[in-house]
């Protein structure tokens, strides 16, 4: 949780997958509602290991009545440590 935090604070790289930048704009979301739910929001779907052996979890806040679960995938290499938006869910 402290990474996600970090992310959602600027302390950490961001970026975001194709499909959440699609789902940014279908759904009007806009950037600084996803860095509120990695700031202040719940994990919704526990840390876990996927098939790449990245780790990824979802994390729910509500904002403005609605609520928004953003999952996150976390990846470390040679680069350094990255936090990757994998999809934005929001209702």
């Known amino acids: 949780m402290e ?3 970090e992310t959602g604070n600027g302390q ?3 970026l975001f997958s194709e499909s959440a930048e699609a789902r940014l704009k279908q759904r009007h ?8 739910a990695l700031r202040h929001g719940l ?6 290991a ?5 780790w990824r979890c979802s994390v729910s806040w509500f904002h403005a009545g609605a609520r ?10 040679d680069g350094g440590d990255l ?3 994998a999809t934005l869910v929001e209702g």
């Open 50 to 54: 996927d098939a790449r052996g990245d």
């Open 12 to 14: 950490r790289r961001l």
């Open 83 to 85: 936090s990757v938006v």
């Open 68 to 77: 928004l679960t953003v999952g996150v995938v976390f990846k470390s290499g």
């Open 43 to 48: 994990v919704s779907e526990p840390l876990h």
């Open 29 to 36: 979301i806009a950037r600084r509602q996803v860095l509120e």
């Open 3 to 5: 990474w996600v935090k």
